[in-house]
């Protein structure tokens, strides 16, 4: 079993950035591609950003392209998202996602383990 913390969310104005983290237990993150979630109050959760198993390939939804950057570093157990330019549209819960031996482009359908989300709100 994985368990998955995500933290750093917060209140922004727009145009201001912040990290996200997403810390891992109960074994390592190297088999799993990760990824980031994202929820806004009456939305479907959308799918923002993949990340490859070693961090050599990314993928990034065409909304949050050249503002966000996905990471890892396996050492550490831990996935980051660094959001800049954050816009009105980006307010959410953020939550991380873990998909044994997956790809960058993460389903729903195909997520293994789920982080209990963090709040992100960018005011205008």
């Known amino acids: 079993q994985v368990q998955l913390v995500e933290s750093g969310g917060g209140l922004v104005q727009a145009g201001g950035s912040l990290r996200l983290s997403c810390q891992a237990s109960?074994?390592?993150?190297?088999?799993?591609?990760m990824g980031w979630f994202r929820q806004a109050p009456g939305k479907e959760r959308e799918f923002v950003a993949g990340?490859?198993?070693?961090?050599?390939?990314?993928y990034y939804v065409d909304s949050v392209k050249g503002r966000f950057t996905i990471s890892r570093d396996n050492a550490k157990n831990t996935v980051y998202l660094q959001m800049n330019s954050l816009k009105p549209e980006d307010t959410a819960v953020y939550s991380c996602?873990?998909?044994?031996?997956?790809?960058?482009?993460?389903?729903?359908?195909?997520?293994?383990?789920w982080g209990q989300g963090t709040q992100v709100t960018v005011s205008s």
């Open positions: 109960g074994r390592t993150l190297s088999s799993y591609a």
């Open positions: 996602a873990a998909e044994y031996f997956g790809g960058i482009r993460i389903t729903k359908d195909r997520v293994d383990y």
């Open positions: 990340i490859s198993r070693s961090g050599g390939s990314q």
